[in-house]
């Protein structure tokens, strides 16, 4: 019986370990790598509706050789209503989500202002960045804009496929200093680095040697333990020791002088927050007035449905053209359509529905909108059913006749239906 028992388990355990087995050789036989989404879909969904909205976006190349630049510009808005969980954007950086230097950073701007440290942004206002970027790495890499809130995290925008081609090796970074030189900074004082520290680490390791070329431990604790300490260490040894000593004095003072000689001019580190930086000085909410009366979603699905009411203020017909959440663009094709080459996965060209498109001057009206997408899906902001805020938040964009837009942002309470 016992051994019955025995046999059972042994098989069973074997049965397992086959199914595993198989399990792990089949998923690395039809695992195909895909680069797709790059951490931001992880992110709760009700945090990515309401901090950060990026619009605009124009990126002047997909393709580059290695040197060439591209820039990536557009706008944001920093939402009203930012939740809870992110401190405000007191100090905040602009940086560029991509997997480590593929393409280096030449300059970054915010309206205007150069921005190499921490900026302060304003609840409730729009700017505009640019980021001028050198291929460095061929390869064809997923690059986001990115916002890191200090006391909140990186708040990710939308990413584009760029392609850089070429050899890594022809990569130059160059860059000409206030005393007039012009150096390399992919390579400059690599050898100073690796010269300085073999030098000291090859010293460490003589100075070792020295010692370790007669019997280390036993021999020694022994003779310590009969009081003949003193004859371990011989008047030789006492000579390198100084020798050594005097040395090292001698090679700091001179490693000190010559890196003085060498470079007379040497400044700190420049660092600190570079203070708050004004939006830019328009006033879009003004123009139009959008309340959210009610706004669902449906579980599962790929439809945010809101029930709004707008009043236009402006003196022209206004339509509505688009809803941004996420970085995910539902558009009103009517009325607008993509020419900035936006990702794919992150546009809906037909997305956007409406119970009416046109609001007159002066007029106050209910609108139903509804935003349906794939991308509702596979961004996750379907898993804001998940999140312990079910709010959500996006920028809904009106046309004026002239085709100019007045981004106005919408949010609150979003309740799920189930059937
Ligand atoms: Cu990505």
Do not use: C
């Not at 002047?60 to 040197?67: F, G, L």
């Not at 942004?121 to 064809?140: A, I, K, N, S, V």
Request: glycine share 10%.
């Amino acid at each position: 019986m016992e051994n019955m028992k025995g046999t059972h388990i042994t098989n069973r355990a074997k049965k397992w370990l086959a199914i595993g087995f198989t399990a792990v050789i089949a998923s690395s036989v039809f695992y195909i790598p895909t680069v797709a989404a790059h951490g931001e879909k992880a992110q709760a969904a009700f945090l990515r509706m309401r901090t950060i909205h990026w619009y605009d976006m124009v990126w002047s190349k997909d393709t580059i050789a290695v040197n060439e630049t591209y820039t990536i510009s557009g706008k944001f808005r920093v939402f009203e209503d930012w939740p809870e969980a992110v401190e405000v954007p007191h100090v905040s950086f602009l940086n560029a989500g991509q997997p480590g230097p593929v393409t280096t950073r030449l300059t970054s701007y915010i309206n205007g202002m150069f921005v190499p440290r921490s900026i302060g942004l304003e609840l409730g206002g729009d700017y505009e960045f640019e980021m001028t970027m050198q291929g460095r790495r061929p390869g064809t890499w997923h690059v986001h804009t990115l916002l890191n809130v200090q006391g909140g995290g990186p708040l990710i925008g939308p990413g584009k496929y760029i392609t850089i081609t070429g050899d890594m090796a022809d990569f130059e970074n160059k860059v000409t200093d206030l005393t007039g030189n012009t150096v390399n900074l992919e390579t400059m004082a690599t050898g100073t680095v690796i010269g300085w520290h073999l030098f000291w680490y090859v010293l460490g390791i003589a100075w070792i040697v020295w010692w370790a070329r007669r019997p280390m431990f036993l021999p020694r604790y022994m003779r310590v333990e009969a009081g003949e300490a003193n004859d371990l260490v011989t008047a030789q040894d006492k000579k390198v020791t100084i020798g050594v000593l005097v040395g090292v004095l001698l090679i700091v003072l001179f490693g000190y002088k010559s890196a003085e000689e060498k470079f007379p001019v040497t400044i700190p580190l420049q660092a600190g927050l570079l203070g708050t930086i004004e939006p830019l000085p328009v006033d879009y909410n003004s123009m139009v007035s959008a309340k959210v009366l009610k706004a669902n979603y449906r579980v599962p699905g790929r439809t945010i449905t809101m029930t709004v009411e707008l009043t236009n203020h402006t003196d022209q017909v206004l339509s509505i053209g688009e809803f941004n959440t996420g970085g995910i663009r539902f558009m009103n094709a009517n009325v607008r359509s993509d020419d900035t080459g936006y990702p794919e996965e992150l546009l809906a060209p037909e997305g956007l529905e409406m119970s009416q498109q046109d609001i007159a001057p002066g007029e106050t009206v209910v609108v139903d909108i509804s935003a349906t997408d794939a991308a509702w899906e596979v961004q996750r902001m379907a898993d804001v059913i998940y999140d312990p805020d079910s709010r959500f938040a996006g920028l809904i964009f009106f046309i004026d006749p002239e085709g100019n837009e007045i981004p106005i942002p919408v949010g609150g309470p979003l309740v799920p239906t189930f059937v």
